[in-house]
């Protein structure tokens, strides 16, 4: 998987240097039309959208099948093996639609003006809203003698961490300590390459880039105010 | 650090989720302690000493260059 995204960055940072080389010496790259990439892009997220919708409907009755029949042909270590890693995916999938048709709807609303589409991506935004709060609490239908916080709780953190043992909190810490490195080098990525964006098509994206740098330095002093010794 | 953990769940025929309600753990841990990718901490050793009937040494075996 390493060597996968290794390959894809270097894929994406060649396509950016070259596309920047062939616009400084040539300058016609900017009269492409993205406008019609969008409108496709759109609809390929649509798509991917209501792919994920599916899943997460089918894969949450069946996880709630077998843990009310307490699945009679799995004995107890696989079935809460199987509860754990289904339960992930189905937050990952819900997650990855409620993105998904909201830049969908997002790109929809900015550029085209096809008023079915951008009805069609709203309903589908709403619904991959509403999967996603139904994803959440099926943890305690899962777990109900863990007594879990939901999602929605003012101190989820918190109470979460509470209602864990070491080595869950141990796999959580690992988790989200190598996905918060991945999305700061994500975010600057991101950085660079609307400063690329805005140069290539004269289309200012100083209002992005200024979030984006917000985002990068409270992050990390939320994570030094986290870990700091008292 | 080296475990025993899984050949004495076999020896007193206990599963993971077994065990893990016995030490009052997940069961999640228990994976992670017999996958060698969590060293549990003096409490929970120490219930696996006394639900094993086993001193801690005889379940958990570390290096000398560990220690």
Do not use: K, P, Q
């Given at each position: 998987m390493k060597s996968f995204l290794k390959i894809v960055l270097a894929l994406g940072i060649g396509f950016l240097v070259g596309f920047l080389i062939i616009e400084l010496l040539y300058g016609n790259v900017t009269a492409l039309d993205f406008s019609n990439?969008?409108?496709?892009?759109?609809?390929?997220?649509?798509?991917?959208?209501?792919?994920?919708?599916?899943?997460?409907?089918?894969?949450?009755n069946i996880l709630l099948k077998k843990n009310k029949q307490q699945a009679k042909n799995l004995n107890e270590d696989d079935l809460d093996r199987f509860k754990y890693n289904t339960f992930n995916q189905l937050t990952a999938a819900s997650t990855t639609a409620l993105v998904m048709s909201l830049v969908a709807l997002a790109i929809q609303i900015l550029n085209a003006e096809i008023m079915w589409l951008i009805i069609t991506s709203g309903i589908i935004f709403t619904i991959t809203v509403i999967l996603s709060i139904f994803v959440g609490g099926i943890i305690n239908s899962l777990y109900p003698e863990r007594n879990l916080p939901n999602p929605s709780d003012k101190d989820y953190a918190d109470k979460l961490f509470e209602a864990s043992d070491d080595g869950e909190i141990h796999v959580m810490a690992k988790g989200l300590y190598r996905s918060t490195q991945l999305t700061m080098t994500l975010l600057f990525i991101s950085m660079v390459a609307m400063i690329l964006y805005s140069i290539i098509t004269e289309d200012s994206q100083v209002f992005s880039i200024i979030i984006i740098g917000l985002i990068m330095i409270i992050n990390q002093v939320k994570y030094a105010k986290e870990i700091k010794e008292r | 650090m080296k475990t025993r953990l899984r050949e004495l769940r076999a020896r007193d025929r206990l599963n993971q989720s077994e065990l893990a309600k016995l030490a009052k753990v997940s069961r999640q841990t228990i994976s992670l302690i017999e996958r060698e990718q969590y060293i549990p901490s003096l409490l929970i050793a120490k219930r696996m000493a006394i639900i094993f009937n086993e001193p801690i040494e005889n379940i958990f075996i570390f290096d000398e260059e560990e220690l």
């Open positions: 990439l969008y409108f496709w892009l759109s609809i390929l997220l649509l798509l991917l959208s209501v792919g994920l919708i599916i899943f997460v409907c089918l894969t949450s | -």
